[in-house]
């Protein structure tokens, strides 16, 4: 697929699209005779992945790497072998931090609940 369509289906901008394939996160599959980028469903799964990546402020370097270490379904690359010893340790790692990162997004959440009710109480 050319990346107009890569982006619909992602609700990612083109501009955001060719930042991930300049830094090497999403290389185009291919391209076209006349230099058009083409991604396939791989990289689709790779780009969900990513923008799955992104809100909990994860750095290029660490999408990089925790892209090395997952398949794009969300499984693990190589199966039991890259679980083991210092994968397995990389993607604990990986895994805190995305915990920590979405516990703080859940509190912040929840002040900003706690604010719209005192708005609407005083509307």
């Known amino acids: 697929m050319h990346i107009g369509e890569l982006a619909e289906r992602t609700g990612l901008s083109l501009r955001t699209i060719r930042h991930y394939d300049e830094v090497g996160l999403l290389p185009a599959a291919a391209r076209t005779d006349g230099g058009f980028r083409v991604y396939t469903e791989d990289d689709f ?3 969900m992945v ?7 402020g994860f750095s290029l370097e660490e999408m ?4 090395a270490l997952l398949k794009p379904d969300g499984g ?3 199966g039991e072998a890259a679980t083991g010893g ?5 993607l604990a790692g990986y895994l805190g931090k995305a915990i920590h ?12 609940d706690e604010l719209i009710e005192r708005l609407r109480a005083g509307a």
């Open 86 to 90: 210092a994968a397995a340790e990389k």
């Open 101 to 112: 990162e979405r516990e703080k997004m859940a509190r912040n959440l929840a002040q900003a």
């Open 50 to 56: 990513i923008r799955q990546m992104k809100p909990l």
């Open 76 to 78: 693990t690359a190589g």
């Open 64 to 67: 990089a790497d925790m892209l």
């Open 45 to 47: 799964g790779r780009l």
